[in-house]
């Protein structure tokens, strides 16, 4: 599955940015997917998964209660809506297909990334 992240961007602390995530593949629905990202010089982290059918989500402590994941089977997209934010949360993010326990399977697959910069 090709994956096609959008909606990064700068923004000022306490903003919110929409994240975007397009698959090509019509068997979307069956996969976990989920958001990471890494910031300079820091290692990737994860951020939020969802399950393909029943929806069911979870995401990092670090940004728990300000970003939540969500998806729409019928647009092969999933979402990363993110308030709140902070300078600490600059960082390319990443989307990934089969997400497992907040880790990608070696078959994953990953967008291209979309830049996010917080400003203070």
């Known amino acids: 599955v090709q994956l096609q992240a959008s909606g990064g961007g700068l923004v000022q602390a306490g903003g919110s940015l929409r994240l975007s995530c397009a698959a090509s593949?019509?068997?979307?629905?069956?996969?976990?997917m989920g958001w990471f990202r890494q910031a300079p010089g820091k290692e990737r982290e994860f951020v939020a998964a969802i399950s393909g059918r029943t929806k069911d989500s979870y995401t990092a402590d670090s940004v728990k209660g300000r970003f939540s994941i969500s998806r729409e089977n019928d647009k092969d997209t999933i979402y990363l809506q993110m308030n709140s934010l902070k300078p600490e949360d600059t960082a390319v993010y990443y989307c990934?297909?089969?997400?497992?326990?907040?880790?990608?399977?070696?078959?994953?697959?990953w967008g291209q990334g979309t830049l996010v910069t917080v400003s203070s």
């Open positions: 593949r019509r068997a979307f629905s069956n996969y976990y």
């Open positions: 990934a297909s089969k997400v497992v326990g907040g880790r990608p399977l070696p078959s994953a697959s």
